[in-house]
Each structure stands twice: as structure tokens, then as C-alpha cells.
């Protein structure tokens, strides 16, 4: 996980203001893995969710991000940060950046509006640049409670993140 770690440390380092956003449903098992990023992150920095606090905002965007688009464009970061359950074809938990390219041929089906759309449309009203973060989900059936895997993994994002914005005293 350096990669993640170093990455994100040069990435938050040129950043003024950053927002990160977790989407998904807790009523789909491991889909809710971006919004217990987002859970974790907080109780890590002692940061309120949905409030910017200094340079930083965390949103819990759920099955309808779009919703918080508003409060996203209100705060104009320079960098939006998404993290979300992806099907990467690698073992449950697994964390990787994707290309905004590839963005587009993942399923995001329990979005409202497609996930790509959403992330091209705040890149283009904040003018900000933007990255994408797939967590490998277990399963993303109908079902209320995520697997081990797929927490572990959202919780060494959240540890990640968290370390990432701590050298930057956000």
C-alpha cells in the first residue's frame, strides 16, 4: 500500500482545499464500503461529516451523490477525492486508484446518475482535478451488514487518507 500512501501524501501536499466524497448503499452489503471510508475518516480526524472544516470536506454521498453536488460546488475544492465499491477483479478489500477512463466501463449500478457523469460534471463546475478510488466488495447483493473483507479494506483507506491529511494539517 505505499503506492496509495505516497500518492496520496504528493497529491494532498499540492491541494488547497480537498473534498472526499464516499458513495454506495448500506442496503447492498459491501456497496456501503466508500461510506464507511467516509465514517472511519472522520472518527480518525475528528472531522464532521458534511461541514468543511478548515481545507477539508468529507460528504457521505450514499446511493444518490448528486444530491450533495451543491454543497461539493459551494466549497470549490481543488481536488475531489470519490471512493467507492468497484468490481476490480482482485481479492475483496483490495484498494486501487482508477483512471477516469476506466471509470466509465466499471458498474456503478446503484448510483442514481451514473458515477462518471457525476465526477466529469464537479471536474468541470469546480474546476478541480479528480480521483477515483475502487474498493473490491465481496458482494453487493441485497443484504444489510458489510463482509470483514471489504471493512478492512475501507478502514485502511480511511488509515491512509487519514495519515495523508495528517502531514498536511488539515
Known sequence: M????????EAFAGQNRVCILGV??????????????????SARLGIPV???????????????????????????????VVVDAAFLELPAGSIQLLPEERAAG??????MLPLPMLISYLKLACNCQTCLVGIQPATTEQGIGMSARAQEGAALLAEILSHALNEENV
Open 2 to 9: 505505499s503506492e496509495l500512501a505516497s500518492f496520496f501524501s
Open 24 to 41: 454506495g448503499t448500506e442496503l447492498c452489503h459491501d456497496d456501503a464500503a466508500g461510506l464507511f471510508c467516509i465514517d472511519q475518516l
Open 50 to 80: 458534511g461541514e468543511a472544516t478548515g481545507r477539508l470536506l468529507l460528504v457521505l454521498g450514499g446511493p444518490a451523490p448528486e444530491n450533495f453536488s451543491g454543497l461539493i460546488r459551494e466549497f470549490h475544492p481543488d481536488l475531489l
Open 106 to 111: 466499471l458498474s456503478f449500478s446503484t448510483h
